[in-house]
């Protein structure tokens, strides 16, 4: 992630949860209970979180996992991490959170169950590298999930790209004071690989048996996952 795009997230950090939950109108926590749903994490797995923000779906994953797993959630940007210990508290759900970069994780090979990101994918410099290094730290047969933004068709379509153009701009500057940045991810959104041009990203690596994706909420986002050789 660049350090421009670093500064951006450290910027919105403080009403990031609050302007997720307004614009995709409570939405997106229906859309991070499928990805724990989907990637079948169980009492006792270990589970690694990249881009993990606010910690939303690590919690997700640690109520899946229970006391005897354990979620690790990882962010590039600290400021976006620094209300995740006290969610943490507040939720009774034991998550450890730690500074990494999804194309550098500083972990051994087949360490984790499962490995995660979402709405962070788009925001690295080279996807391609992070779903290598994602899939390096999985065991052999585990999961990479990754849940972002698509570009849905049709009247959907229409419908959402106005949406994003005009009142995400509007309503993300009103509540966190940074409309560029709100600008900038509709636009990184509509322009990322989606559908079968993201499983060819992953299926390049050369590190999956598996690839597939669901589409969520007529394809405003979408979640793929990937089984690790």
Known sequence: MSKEVQHMFASIAPAYDRTNSVLSLGIHHLWRKATVKDSEANIGMSVLDCATGTGDLAFEFKKAVGKTGRVLGTDFCPEMMETAPSKSKQKALHVDFEVADAMNLPYPDNMFDI???????RNVDD????L???????????KVMILEFGQPN????????????YVIPF???????????YRYLPRTAASFPCRESFLALMNNTGMYNETS????????????KGVVQ
Not at 127 to 130: E, G, H, K, L, N
Not at 154 to 165: L, Q, T
Not at 172 to 181: F, I, Q, R, S, Y
């Open 127 to 130: 996807p391609s590298i992070a």
């Open 115 to 121: 490995a995660s990101i979402s709405f962070g994918i």
């Open 171 to 181: 309503l993300g500057g009103l509540l966190t004071g940074n409309k560029d940045a």
């Open 132 to 142: 290598s290094e994602m899939a390096r730290v999985v065991k052999p047969g585990g």
């Open 154 to 165: 049709g009247i959907i379509g229409f419908i959402y790209d106005m949406y994003s153009k």
């Open 213 to 224: 994706y669901k589409e969520l909420t007529f394809g405003i986002s979408f979640l793929y």
